[in-house]
């Protein structure tokens, strides 16, 4: 394998994606490109829709999510960060309460919840599922614990049944991130219709984006949801009852949904509503790629004691949002960034570690949510990496990584 000449490093690169020139094998800007039926879609509402925002593209797409999540009631939201605060108002989190969520997750999943005043305990994983591990949350309920939130990282169900009887025992809502996982499921339910919430995002690294940003928000009672269209755009509402001039006093109505909140603006705009209905036709198609691909990764590197994925229970559908990979090299003394060095610099790969355990953060340190007990994942995250990752890799790209780590696995051990 050749060093390639021209590979550059940035070290103010934050997305991890596209953004760096150089390399044979890098995370592409997004999961896939547009197919013209979904260019349309957004054309259609630039020629053709009444209303930019708030309206008949926005009630569509949510007809359409509900019925491709199954879930009772759905929203379109900005994204999934604001779903998650929506999540994080309706749960009534606030100073004096605890919330219980993973450590291995992405920021966004957090900082709601931590911006709701609740004081964050973090749950260690599950070493075979690399989600949340049941046991450890019961170890940490307290009786200040309100909520749970788990999160469906990487595409892969955590274990639902387990979370909801011990959140039933212990009276708690169940927040489900499931921000990476649209169409993962276990026996057939999906994510985002097992606990309260399901908060949902089409950020433009995700598999399905709605021009970059974009979210929606499951909701399972109806008296949550309820309150879920006043919070989300600035209380406002109709007037009650016949008014004899419909100026007077105001065009729409402004009130209270919940006592002592204010309400905010995070709703989704009507050219994002179309795409997404579009994009919702495809998903499951997308979903189904991103699983071969994996299926023929995981094949391939079977036969390398070093290398570790994830289990899949029976009846558990991982939608493969990212790849991920554990390295253990300790037997010859090599780390995980041994191997990503030589991805990087004999074969090309730009291999990456997508985020920290979120209490090693600066900010959740400076916010007072810097401590963990969270002993798995100490020690499996600084040997975890992942692989260049999008919709329709070529199988020669595949066979390439394949053959690449394998390589480095080789080379390290000497
Ligand atoms: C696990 C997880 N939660 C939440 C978010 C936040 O999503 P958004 O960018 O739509 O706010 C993301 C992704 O960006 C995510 O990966």
């Not at 995981?298 to 004691?305: C, G, I, T």
């Amino acid at each position: 394998m050749t060093n390639p000449s021209s590979v550059t490093t940035k070290t103010g690169d934050a997305s991890g994606r596209g953004s760096v020139s150089g390399y044979k094998v890098n995370f592409p800007a997004r999961m896939r490109g547009y197919t013209e039926s979904e260019i349309n879609a957004v054309v259609e509402v630039m020629r053709n829709a009444e209303a930019q925002t708030q309206g008949a593209y926005l009630r569509q797409f949510e007809a359409d999510f509900k019925a491709y999540t199954g879930a009772r009631h759905a929203f379109g939201v900005d994204n999934a960060t604001n779903a998650l605060r929506l999540a994080s108002i309706l749960c009534g989190l606030g100073p004096g309460d605890e919330v219980i969520i993973p450590g291995y997750t992405f920021c966004a999943t957090a900082i709601p919840f931590g911006a709701s005043g609740a004081h964050i305990v973090w749950a260690d994983m599950d070493p075979a599922t690399w989600g949340i591990n049941p046991e450890d949350i019961e170890r940490k309920i307290t009786p200040r614990t309100k909520a749970l939130v788990v999160v469906h990282l990487l595409g892969m169900p955590v274990d639902m049944p387990a979370i909801l009887e011990i959140a039933g025992r212990h009276h708690l809502r169940v927040v489900e991130d499931c921000a990476q996982a649209p169409g993962a499921a276990i026996n057939g339910q999906k994510v985002g219709t097992f606990g309260d919430f399901g908060c949902f995002s089409f950020h433009g690294a995700k598999q399905i984006t709605t021009l970059g940003e974009g979210g929606a928000l499951t909701v399972r009672s109806d008296e949550d949801a309820a309150l879920v269209p006043g919070l989300r755009h600035n209380g406002v509402r109709p007037f009650s009852g016949e008014r004899p001039r419909y100026w007077v006093p105001a065009m729409s109505n402004v009130d209270l949904d919940l006592e002592g909140v204010w309400p905010n603006n995070f709703s989704l705009g009507e050219a994002q509503a179309a795409l997404g209905s579009e994009l919702l036709k495809t998903l499951d198609q997308s979903n189904e790629v991103l699983i071969a691909q994996a299926a023929r990764l995981r094949a391939a590197f079977a036969d390398v004691p070093e290398l570790q994925v994830v289990d899949i229970p029976g009846g558990y559908r991982h939608v493969f949002h990212q790849f991920v990979m554990h390295y253990d090299g300790a037997a010859s003394g090599r780390t995980r960034d041994d191997l990503l060095d030589f991805l990087t610099q004999e074969a090309g790969i730009r291999a990456i570690v997508q985020y920290h355990p979120l209490y090693r953060y600066p900010l959740f340190q400076k916010l007072g949510a810097g401590e963990q007990n969270c002993p798995v994942l100490e020690g499996w995250w600084d040997n975890s990496f992942s692989l260049p990752w999008w919709i329709g890799m070529p199988d020669e790209t595949l066979d390439y990584l394949v053959a690449s780590v394998k390589a480095g696995v080789a080379a390290l051990k000497g």
